[in-house]
């Protein structure tokens, strides 16, 4: 397998589940489209290899977050598209509370000029 | 909880729709292929360069479809599930290779089932009673009087008391019965923590006079005689002509001091009558450790207690068990056959070891061949831990094969080794395949798929990717494979070596043991035993007179030869013993206890029917009777051992409590009356036969039970019948049992060493099956890689019996090792072994020598097969196939 380390914009499973699922509260979407989505709307600043992105739908269908079912896609090629459960949709609002908690957090060590009391 | 339910709930439908799920997943990755294609054709590329660019960013596919399909799995279960179907289609697509590993599997997991599973029930499972393991033996032996005050005195344990053998005569009932019984102590049923299924069993109280006149039934005998009667409780029942009342029937299995049991009665302590209180009856006893007390404190109270009641006896008991001890009961029993069965135990473990090393070197040779299956497995993204894992699941799955093959070969052995084990030994389980004894063997399959399998896997989940492929998978297989194949052969013939050697001295033992005169010759003879009822014996001479009459009459039955009685056959397991003082050595009491002689009451004919040489003075005759000049003839060994150098004629002997001396008349020959290996009691300084009618036995009383001794050429059974019948018009209340002939006598005597014979060279034999199957595998193998080279040498000039020679060679070279290495052990290891050895070293030359030789005659054999094959090779092709 590839060697994924060092990788920029390689995110880690538990926010690329995240992202997927909240792509996915937009509507039912295919794999491709998804993984297209959020390198567009990241401005190319995250990129979704395929061999993280299909194991992580995979996974999430699994557990009854995702389902899926096969449809048409713009192109009218056969596509699988997923949508988000009524279970998905809480771990979304779970994930989404607790996302902006750390990254405000983060956010704001980041900004703070001074650094801890000696 | 509920994500739970439902992922396991989408899994199993996922299952149910398999090849749906597979072709969604190679449609879904197709489709994100194609649309990224799409994506590229439409920046400028022309339609092959997007094809490459999208297939570059895509990966490795094929590992990630895998990994979406694992993601639907039941993780490692269905893995090895999976694993094991493909372990099974490639064993079954090579069925010799399955055939040679599976059985030589079979050969090592069945022997070592076999064993265990009577090493399990004789040395590991626990006594069946309630917490045995404060059950504890008191060696020595012990008077009634001295059970009586260690039982007062002790206050670590309960003692209790059996007396093993007291064989009782059942009359009234139909025809008269010999029964085994023991006599025992009223608490023996307390202390051991059974009870009578019907009825009761003994009280406190039971065995005081006047009150002992009770019986205790076995379940088999209460079966067997009483027709499972449940009326029988306080029915009165005539032993040896005394009336006792039947108080209780013990359950079924309990068997106490031997599993022969038929009847318990009270043993009768009464001290009024000092002779019997002190001098009759010497048992080993038994005793419950109580609560909180540990084994030491017992072992330090019973010392004292045994000074203390040494003090007590009417006479001086110097030396009286000095050296008893408390040993926990289950030790006890099993002491005799442990050794034995440890010694067995590891010459089969050898064997499974050998048929470990047997089959790694196979699995290596094959290893060697999949190496190129193996790479592309890797290739496709099989990590490395997956590939061991298969790898050994093949090995596990091939080692189970064999464990069930060994299962249905264990109980052919079971059969066998089953004459290791003393029949009827106290609370003996019976050995068979249980549970515990399948679930051992499929233990012991797994961890054998486990040992061998792990130097091939590990080979094969190491394997150089690259450098394989390239190679085809051929020509990187020698080198350390080879090496690590040759030492695993060396291995297995060491090994064989060591079983073959202790094979073969057991061997030596048995021929040397069937060589051995035993003193007499038993072909053509039978022996019955007939027990008079006590009442025929009352008086000396009516006794006597009795045997004489049923001599007589016996006489006179057609095809009936010589003819004797005597209180005990040789090798028959009886021990007549009687302290005596010889001439000449006097009895300074307070020095050392009188010499205990073997002491046979027999009848005039006695040496004449076992052709007993009587090499001085004269044997019995009708004038020895009962008033006549008291006499006795000693065993040749006994006259040098007391009076060496003198004229033994003359000499006299006298029975400690008798105030006349016996004369010896005759000198006998020595006849082994213990075993055949001459193997005698130390305690037991010497042999004497006195005549029937003065014989006395320890009870002071005449012989009553006798064995008669008939030569005869008719059939067992027919003499038997018409033997039974005489006694029968004789006396109707002697019963008559034990009909052996002297021939089953003899053998049966030696019928351990023969087992664990038969076991050993089994095990052996196996053993050597398997290293030369091992060497053949090897040595064919390492040839077929070298063809090439043999292509060359024969090119250049090189002859056939070069050729066959240089393969020989290799063979014999593995075996030498081997040998060398397993000689050096057996040397070593031959000391485990001496125990059971006779008239043989356990370093003996001769075995060794034929033993590399029977290795070295293998060694050739199984290279001359591939040796040939090679020789017949066609350079031209050998050297254009590479």
């Known amino acids: 397998m590839r060697d994924h380390r060092g990788d920029p914009g390689e995110l880690l499973q538990g926010t690329l589940n995240m992202l997927i699922l909240k792509t996915l509260s937009h509507g039912p979407q295919h794999g491709y489209a998804i993984a297209e989505f959020i390198q567009g709307t990241s401005l190319d600043a995250l990129r979704v290899e395929e061999g993280a992105l299909y194991p992580a739908l995979h996974r999430l269908e699994v557990r009854g977050l995702l389902a899926s079912e096969w449809g048409v896609s713009d192109n009218n090629r056969r596509a699988k598209f997923y949508r988000l459960t009524a279970a998905g949709r809480r771990r979304l609002a779970e994930e989404a509370g607790y996302w902006a908690r750390v990254a405000a957090g983060i956010a704001r060590i980041m900004e703070t000029a001074e650094g801890p009391r000696r | ?882």
């Not at chain 2, 440890?342 to 190496?371: E, P, T």
């Open chain 2, 1 to 882: 909880m509920r994500e739970w339910l439902t992922s396991a709930w989408l899994r199993i439908r996922a299952l149910l729709r398999r090849e749906q799920l597979d072709r969604d997943i190679d449609d879904e990755l197709r489709f994100h292929l194609a649309m990224r294609e799409e994506h590229y054709g439409g920046s400028g590329l022309s339609p092959a360069e997007a094809h490459r660019a999208a297939e570059r960013r895509f990966g490795n596919r094929a590992a990630l479809e895998e990994q979406c399909r694992e993601t639907w799995r039941f993780g490692r279960i269905e893995t090895f599930w999976q694993d094991a179907r493909f372990a099974g289609r490639l064993l079954a697509r090579s069925p010799g290779f399955t055939a040679v590993a599976a059985l030589s599997l079979a050969l090592g997991i069945g022997g070592n089932a076999a064993m265990f599973s009577l090493v399990n029930a004789v040395l590991l499972r626990p006594l069946p009673y309630p917490e045995p393991e404060r059950l504890v033996r008191l060696t020595g032996v012990y008077p009634k009087g001295a059970l009586a005050a260690l039982q007062e005195q002790s206050r670590t344990v309960e003692i209790a008391g059996a007396l093993p053998g007291v064989e009782l005569n059942l009359t009234g009932h139909g025809e008269a019965t010999r029964l085994v019984g023991s006599a025992v102590s009223a608490n023996l049923f307390g202390v051991l923590g059974r009870r009578a299924s019907l009825g009761r069993s003994f009280e406190p109280g039971d065995d005081r006079p006047g009150r002992d006149r009770l019986a205790l039934l076995s379940h088999a005998l209460w079966q067997r005689r009483f027709g499972a009667d449940p009326g029988v409780i306080g029915r009165t029942i005539r032993l040896e002509g005394i009336e006792r009342e039947v108080v209780g029937v013990m359950p079924p299995g309990f068997g106490f001091p031997t599993e022969a049991t038929d009847v318990w009665v009270p043993l009768r302590f009464d001290p009024s009558d000092s002779d019997d209180y002190w001098g009759f009856g010497w048992m080993p006893l038994v005793a419950r450790v109580r609560p909180e007390v540990a084994l030491p404190r017992v072992q330090d109270e019973l010392r004292e207690m045994i000074a203390r009641t040494a003090e007590l006896f009417p006479w001086p008991v110097p030396s009286w068990n000095a050296d008893a001890a408390a040993v926990p009961l289950q030790d006890d029993q099993v002491r005799d056959v442990r050794g034995r069965l440890l010694v067995l135990q590891s010459a089969v473990g050898l064997v499974l070891l050998i048929a470990c090393a047997n089959v790694a070197s196979l699995l290596l040779s094959r290893a060697a061949a999949r190496r190129k299956e193996m790479a592309v497995r890797a290739a496709l993204g099989a990590g490395r831990g997956r590939i061991l894992r298969q790898v050994l699941t093949e090995s596990v799955c091939l080692s189970l094969l064999g464990g069930v093959l060994g299962l249905a070969l264990a109980r052919g052995v079971l059969s066998v080794a089953r004459g290791l084990v003393p029949e009827g030994g106290p609370g003996f389980s019976p050995v068979e395949l249980d549970a515990g004894v399948i679930a051992f063997a499929a233990g012991l399959s797994v961890l054998c798929g486990l040992l061998f399998g792990i130097v091939p896997a590990a080979g094969a989940s190491r394997a150089d990717l690259a450098a394989t492929l390239r190679t085809g998978g051929r020509g990187v297989a020698a080198g350390a494979g080879a090496r690590l194949r040759g030492s695993f052969i060396a291995m297995e013939v060491a090994l064989a070596v060591v079983l073959t050697v202790g094979a073969g001295l057991l061997m030596r033992t048995l021929w040397g043991l069937s060589r051995v005169d035993p003193g007499f010759r038993p072909e053509g003879t039978l022996a019955l035993r007939v027990s008079p009822s006590p009442e025929t014996c009352e008086q000396r001479s009516a006794c006597a007179a009795f045997y004489e009459e049923l001599l007589r009459r016996t006489r006179e039955l057609s095809g009936v030869g010589e003819v004797a009685a005597a209180s005990a056959i040789p090798l028959g397991g009886e021990q007549p013993l009687l302290p005596v003082e010889m001439d000449g050595h006097p009895l300074v009491a307070a020095e050392k206890a009188a010499p205990l002689l073997w002491a046979g009451a027999v009848t005039p004919g006695y040496f004449r029917v076992l052709d007993i040489p009587l090499l001085r003075g004269r044997g019995f005759d009708a004038s020895d009777g009962e008033t006549s000049t008291p006499v006795a003839i000693v065993s040749a060994a006994t006259a040098q051992r007391y009076w060496p150098g003198e004229d033994p004629l003359g000499k006299r002997i006298r029975i400690v409590w008798d105030e006349g001396w016996r004369t010896v008349v005759g000198v006998a020959g020595d006849v082994r009356h213990y075993s055949l290996s001459g193997g005698e009691p130390a305690e037991i300084s010497g042999a004497v036969y006195l005549p029937h009618p003065q014989a006395v036995e320890l009870d002071r009383r005449i012989p009553r039970s006798m064995a008669l001794l008939v030569r005869s050429g008719g059939s067992t059974a027919e003499v038997t019948v018409a033997l039974r019948r005489l006694v029968a018009s004789v006396n109707p209340d002697a019963p008559v049992s034990d009909a052996r002939r002297l021939e089953v006598v003899v053998s049966s005597s030696v019928s351990e060493p023969r087992a664990m014979m038969w076991l050993f060279a089994a095990f052996a034999g196996c053993a050597l099956l398997l290293a030369a199957l091992g060497t053949y595998g090897v040595v064919s193998y390492s040839t077929a890689q070298r063809s090439y080279e043999i292509g060359v040498r024969l090119a250049v000039g090189a002859g056939r019996a070069d050729i066959l020679g240089l393969v020989l060679g290799q063979s014999l070279k593995l075996v030498l090792i081997g040998s060398a290495l397993g000689v050096a052990t057996a040397l070593l290891a031959g000391r485990a072994l001496s125990s059971f050895l006779f008239g043989v070293s356990a370093r003996d030359p001769a075995t060794l020598a034929a033993v590399v030789g029977l290795l070295v005659a293998t060694a050739l054999l199984a290279g001359y097969l591939p040796g040939r094959r090679a020789a017949a090779t066609d350079p031209v092709r050998a050297l254009r196939a590479d």
